[in-house]
């Protein structure tokens, strides 16, 4: 039997536990027509309430592609021209876990995180695929 898609999975990281979900929105413009689709993956560093979440966010725009039709799967997201990963597999949801880290976010801040998803892809990418670390050597 399948899992289901909005139940929260459980990643262990560096000795941390983190929850993570993935969610897909859209915001409507003032004549009601969708523009601004996201792709967002959410971590929250465990015992809950001990720390702010870490928001990984994937706008749309020229030259990439979100979950939303064929021929993409439902956690598919990339450059039409290069890296991509699927949020759905733990290894790229650690990927990019360990990309913000390397670049500095902090899981013991009490603060809320939203950080561009497209600025740490090609990083994550590299690293799931074995060609460099998550900081880019």
């Not at 941390?16 to 004549?31: F, G, L, N, Q």
């Not at 064929?70 to 890296?83: E, L």
């Not at 597999?89 to 990927?95: C, I, K, L, N």
């Amino acid at each position: 039997m399948p899992r289901h898609p909005k139940k929260p999975r459980r990643l262990v990281a560096e000795g941390r536990v983190y929850i993570w979900t993935m969610r897909h929105s859209h915001r409507k413009d003032h004549e009601g027509r969708v523009v601004d689709c996201r792709q967002i993956l959410t971590l929250f560093p465990q015992p809950a309430g001990t720390s702010g979440s870490l928001r990984i966010a994937f706008a749309d725009g020229p030259g990439r592609y979100l979950p939303g039709g064929a021929p993409f799967g439902s956690g598919d997201v990339g450059f039409t021209q290069g890296a991509d990963l699927n949020l759905h597999e733990p290894g790229a949801v650690r990927a990019l876990l360990d990309v913000a880290l390397a670049r500095g976010w902090q899981p013991g801040e009490r603060r809320a995180v939203e950080v561009d998803g497209w600025l740490l892809l090609d990083a994550a990418a590299a690293a799931r695929e074995g060609e460099t670390s998550p900081d880019g050597r």
